[in-house]
């Protein structure tokens, strides 16, 4: 379905999944979880955004750039310092990105921001979710993070992919398999 026909019927629907009486639907849907996959077409993402932020209230729902966070954490070090570090261990890319070592990485950043979400008490919306291809964050490792677990309000992914229902395949960026476990996908 094209953008035009597709945005209002997936916003609503993203609405009614949020909605207070549909919140144990959503936990026992999403395997326990506490975050919803809002899908669209990776070449619509900017119209998908732009119609999110035009029609989800700013006062319950705070929008994380995941590219800003991208570019913050890499700005930490500055490029040359943070180029060396990522070419040491480019096979693993979780050791730059999303590391158990107490220095802030980019998973600390974008837990940092649902917590700030959270504690405004906000729906936190994670949007340019593209920046994570590459980085060995993948969205389970988002979605099964024990803050993110226990969430008063679910996360909201806005996640540029290609959902096959006949098969429950979810493919991310349109080619990379993605889990769809701990989540309920708005497709």
Known sequence: MAY???????????KITLHASNQTQLSREANGGRSILFTYPPNEEELYLNKLKEELDSN??????VAEL??????QDGWEDFKNY???????PHVVF?????????????IN??????KNDKIPVLIRTGALYG??????????????????????IGYPSKYEKATDTLLFLNFKHANNYRCTVIE
């Open 135 to 156: 980085t060995g964050i993948e969205n389970n490792n988002i979605m099964e993070h024990g803050f993110v677990m226990r969430l008063k309000k679910p996360l909201v």
């Open 86 to 92: 990522y070419l040491d261990f480019k096979d693993t």
């Open 70 to 75: 991208l570019v913050s954490f890499i700005e």
């Open 4 to 14: 035009l026909d597709d945005h209002k019927a997936k916003i609503e629907n993203l």
């Open 113 to 118: 921001e649902i917590k700030n979400a959270e």
């Open 98 to 110: 999303n590391s158990d070592d107490p220095t802030p990485d980019l998973m600390d950043l974008i």
């Open 60 to 65: 319950q729902f705070t929008f994380i750039n």
